[in-house]
C-alpha cells in the first residue's frame, strides 16, 4: 500500500483555508491520489470536502493528462447542476521530501452563458480575461492557440476521435450594413449562446470576427450544423451558416494545422449556400496543394505569359454578326496544362492578388487592339472583367485607364464587366470608380445578374450600360417556361431603364431565337464559340462577320427599342404584356427596304399565308404604291422625329417611328394594325389577277 504524505495541522489548516481552488495530489504509481482541496475548490464543486477528494480520485481525466505533463496549463469542462464551467488548471509538481507531489490551481472561466455580468461574487482572474472574447465571453483565439492541443490530445488518449468544427457565417458584412453594428454585435452574441447550447459538453472558441470553433469528440455534428443554419436563417436576415470539419487523429499535429485543415474544408464549400458543410477530404488536400502551387507559381506564370486572355465570341441578335468578345484568363501550365479559372481565381482573390491578374489580362488585350487599331485592321470592343478586391487595393480606374493611354486605344474598345457582388462589398468604391470610367468614355457592364441575391435597387442607384444575364436561366429552358418569363420580364425591365442586355450560357438554337424574339441584344455561349486563344480567333478571322465598331452606337441605339410593349406609346402609359400588334424593325438603304426583325405576332400573321419576313419584303419593294408610301412615311418621321401613320390600300394602318442613322442607313420600328385583313385581301387580289392571267392564256389558246 502506496505511503502518503503528511501534511502538518498548521500546514492542512492554511491550505483548506484558502479561498480560490487548489488541490494537491501526490503522484505514485502512474496515479493522481488526492491529499486536500481549499474551501475554495469545495466551494466551487459545492461539495463537501470528503466527497470532493473521493471525486478527484477517480477522476481518470485527471490522471491522464497532469501525470508527466510537459505543459503546465490544462483545460477542463465540469459540470455543475445544469450548465457546464469550464476551467483552467496550473499544475506544479515538487519533490517533498521524497515525495512527488502535484500542486494544482483551478482558474474559473464562470458558467458557459453569453454575456454573463462580471459581479463581485463570480469575478474572473487576470489570466482568464486574458484568453475571453470580450464581445461574446467565450474563449478566444489565444486560449485555442495555447491550449486546444492539449484539449484534442486528452481526447485522443481517453479512446475518443475529436474534431475540429470551424463556423463561418455567411453575409455578416451585408448584415453590419444594413441594421448597424451593434445589431451585429448582438446577433453574434446570440449565435454564440446557441453554439454553447447545441454543443454543450465541447469546447466553443471565437476565433475572431464571424468565425467560431467548436472542439467535440460528438459525431452528430451534422444535425447540428443544420439547426444553427435554421436558428441564423429564420430568426434574423442571415444568408447561411457553413461550416468546415476536420478529424484530428495523430496528436503530433498542431493546434494550427487542424483549424487550418478545418478552414480548408469551410471554404471547399464556396459560394453554393445548400452546401453548408464539409469534411476534409482527399479533395480539400488537393486543392489545399494547388492552393499552394498557385501561390508559388503566380509570379512565374505572369511573367512568362502562362496566363494569358481567350477570347468569346458576343454575337448582336439582329445582324447575327460578332460585335465583341469577352476576355476570359486561362493559365497554361507547362506541368499541368490548361488550368481552369475556378483552380486559381479565388485563391488570387482570397491573398488579394487578383488585381495583378487582372490588369496583366487588360495589358495582353489592349495590346492587341492596339495592333489592330494602328494597322487599320477590323476591330470589335473587348469587355474585362474587375473583381471587388480591384477596388479595395487600388484605384483601379486609373491603373486600367493607364494600360489604355499606353497602348494609345479608345476607350470605347474596352468594356468593363463588374460582378454584382461588388455592389454590396464595396458601394462607394464602386460610386467613385464608375463615375470615373464613365466620364473617361468606357461602358460599365454588370456581370451574372440574376446569379445570386440579386437587388433591383442595384439598378436604381448604380449606373449600368449593360446587363449580363446569368445562364442559371437558361437551365431546363423547354421544360421550365418559368424561366421564360422572368427573363422577358427583365428585358423589358433594362429597356424601359435604358439598359442594354446579353445573355451569357446560350447553347442551342431554341434559346436563341427566344432571346432575340424578347429583344435581348447580345448573346454570348457555346453555340456560336467557345473561349479561344488568340491564335484561334485569328484563324475563324474568315469565318465570322465583324460588326464594324464604328456602327456600334447606331445598333446600339436600334437596340434600346422595347418591342415587348407598343413602342410608338410612352412606356409609362401602357402595361408589359406582349402585343398583338404586328411590330418590324425596318431599315432603309438607299432607296430599298430591308426587314431587319419582325415580332411573333407579325410572324405569325405570315405564317397563316405561307409567307416568310423575306417573302414579305421582297412584296414591299415590289408594290410600288406601298413601296413610296412606307419610304415616305420615314422620311417625315425621321425630319420630325416623331412617328407618323397612314393607312394603306384601306385596310392597314401604317406607323413609323424614327429610331437611328448611320451614314446612308436609317432604321424605323413600323406597326401594322389590320394586318391580318390586308394580306387577306391581298392574297385574294392576287389570286383574281393569277386567274384573270389564266383565262387570258386559255381564250388565246383556244383561238
Known amino acids: 500500500m502506496t505511503e502518503l504524505y503528511e501534511f502538518s495541522n498548521t500546514e492542512r489548516k492554511c491550505f483548506e483555508r484558502l479561498n480560490f481552488g487548489l488541490a494537491i495530489f501526490q503522484i505514485a504509481e502512474k496515479r493522481l491520489l488526492p491529499l486536500l482541496v481549499s474551501d475554495g475548490l469545495c466551494q466551487f464543486y459545492q461539495l463537501p470536502r470528503p466527497r470532493l477528494l473521493d471525486h478527484l480520485a477517480s477522476s481518470n481525466y485527471l490522471a491522464q493528462n497532469l501525470i508527466g505533463a510537459k505543459q503546465q496549463l490544462l483545460s477542463s469542462r465540469v459540470k455543475l447542476g445544469d450548465t457546464y464551467h469550464t476551467v483552467l488548471l496550473h499544475a506544479a509538481e515538487q519533490d517533498v521530501d521524497g515525495y512527488q507531489l502535484l500542486y494544482v490551481d483551478f482558474l474559473d472561466f464562470g458558467e458557459d452563458r453569453v454575456n454573463q455580468k462580471k459581479t463581485a461574487q463570480t469575478p474572473l482572474l487576470p489570466l482568464a480575461d486574458h484568453f475571453q472574447d470580450t464581445l461574446t465571453n467565450l474563449f478566444n483565439g489565444d486560449y485555442l492557440m495555447r491550449f486546444g492541443q492539449d484539449y484534442l490530445t486528452s481526447k485522443l488518449q481517453q479512446g475518443d476521435s475529436p474534431l ?27 449565435f454564440s449562446q446557441e453554439l454553447l447550447t447545441t454543443f454543450a459538453e465541447d469546447l466553443v472558441v471565437r476565433y475572431g470576427d464571424d468565425h467560431f470553433i467548436v472542439l467535440s469528440v460528438k459525431h452528430n455534428y451534422i444535425d447540428k450544423i443544420k439547426l444553427l443554419e435554421d436558428f441564423a436563417t429564420r430568426n434574423y436576415k442571415i444568408a447561411g451558416i457553413k461550416a468546415g470539419v476536420y478529424y484530428y487523429s495523430n496528436s503530433g499535429e498542431s493546434i494550427k494545422s487542424a483549424i487550418d485543415k478545418a478552414r480548408r474544408a469551410l471554404q471547399y464549400t464556396g459560394s453554393d449556400l445548400t452546401q453548408i458543410y464539409h469534411v476534409f477530404d482527399d479533395d480539400v488536400k488537393d486543392c489545399y496543394v494547388n492552393h499552394d502551387y498557385v501561390l508559388t507559381h503566380f509570379q512565374e506564370a505572369l511573367d512568362k505569359r502562362w496566363i494569358q486572355p481567350y477570347y468569346q465570341a458576343e454575337l448582336r441578335t439582329l445582324t447575327g454578326e460578332v460585335a465583341g468578345f469577352e476576355a476570359l484568363a486561362r493559365w497554361i501550365d507547362p506541368e499541368r496544362g490548361l488550368l481552369s479559372p475556378a483552380s486559381f481565381v479565388g485563391i488570387l482573390e482570397d491573398t488579394h492578388l487578383v488585381t495583378q491578374l487582372d490588369l496583366a489580362i487588360i495589358n495582353q488585350v489592349c495590346e492587341r487592339l492596339s495592333y489592330l487599331y494602328q494597322n487599320g485592321l477590323p476591330v470589335v470592343p473587348v469587355s474585362v472583367n474587375l473583381s471587388p478586391i480591384d477596388f479595395q487595393v487600388a484605384d483601379i480606374f486609373q491603373e486600367v485607364d493607364n494600360i489604355r493611354q499606353k497602348h494609345k486605344i479608345p476607350a470605347h474598345f474596352l ?18 470608380a464608375i463615375t470615373k470610367f464613365h466620364a473617361a468614355g468606357y461602358q460599365i457592364w454588370m456581370d451574372d445578374f440574376g446569379s445570386g441575391y440579386s437587388s433591383l435597387n442595384n439598378l436604381k442607384d448604380f449606373n449600368f450600360d449593360l446587363l449580363k444575364i446569368d445562364m442559371i436561366f437558361l437551365r431546363n429552358f423547354t421544360k421550365n417556361n ?15 431603364l435604358g439598359i442594354h442586355t446579353l445573355c451569357e450560357g446560350v447553347e442551342n438554337q431554341d434559346q436563341a431565337d427566344f ?17 479561344l486563344p488568340l491564335m484561334n480567333i485569328i484563324q475563324k478571322t474568315n469565318e465570322w462577320v465583324y460588326e464594324p465598331v464604328d456602327m456600334n452606337d447606331y445598333y446600339d441605339k436600334v437596340g434600346m427599342t422595347n418591342l415587348l410593349s407598343d413602342p410608338m406609346i410612352e412606356p409609362i402609359s401602357q402595361g408589359i404584356k406582349l402585343l398583338s400588334v404586328p411590330l418590324a424593325l425596318i431599315e432603309r438603304r438607299d432607296g430599298k427596304i430591308k426587314y431587319c426583325f419582325i415580332n411573333q405576332a407579325h410572324h405569325n400573321s405570315l405564317e397563316k399565308f405561307s409567307l416568310s419576313m423575306a417573302d414579305w419584303e421582297r412584296f414591299m419593294n415590289e408594290d410600288e404604291y406601298s413601296r413610296k408610301l412606307l419610304l415616305q412615311l420615314m422620311t417625315d418621321s425621321k425630319a420630325s422625329n416623331q412617328r407618323i401613320g397612314s393607312h394603306l390600300d384601306g ?28 394580306l387577306d385581301k391581298t392574297r385574294q387580289d392576287k389570286t383574281r389577277q393569277d386567274k384573270t392571267r389564266q383565262d387570258k392564256t386559255s381564250k388565246k389558246s383556244a383561238s
Open 415 to 432: 468594356n468593363i464587366e463588374i460582378l454584382e457582388s461588388t455592389l454590396t462589398s464595396v458601394p462607394q468604391q464602386l460610386h467613385r
Open 164 to 190: 475540429v468544427l470551424m463556423f463561418n457565417i455567411v453575409g455578416m458584412h451585408s448584415y453590419n450594413e444594413r441594421f448597424g453594428y451593434q445589431a451585429g454585435d448582438a446577433f453574434l452574441c446570440k
Open 515 to 531: 432571346l432575340k424574339e424578347i429583344g435581348c441584344e447580345h448573346l454570348q455561349g457555346f453555340l456560336f464559340s467557345r473561349p
Open 482 to 496: 418559368k424561366s421564360k418569363i422572368i427573363l422577358r420580364e427583365i428585358v423589358d425591365m433594362a429597356k424601359r
Open 651 to 678: 385596310q392597314i394602318y401604317l406607323e413609323v417611328k424614327y429610331l437611328a442613322s448611320y451614314q446612308t442607313r436609317d432604321m424605323f420600328v413600323v406597326s401594322m394594325k389590320n394586318f391580318n385583313n390586308y
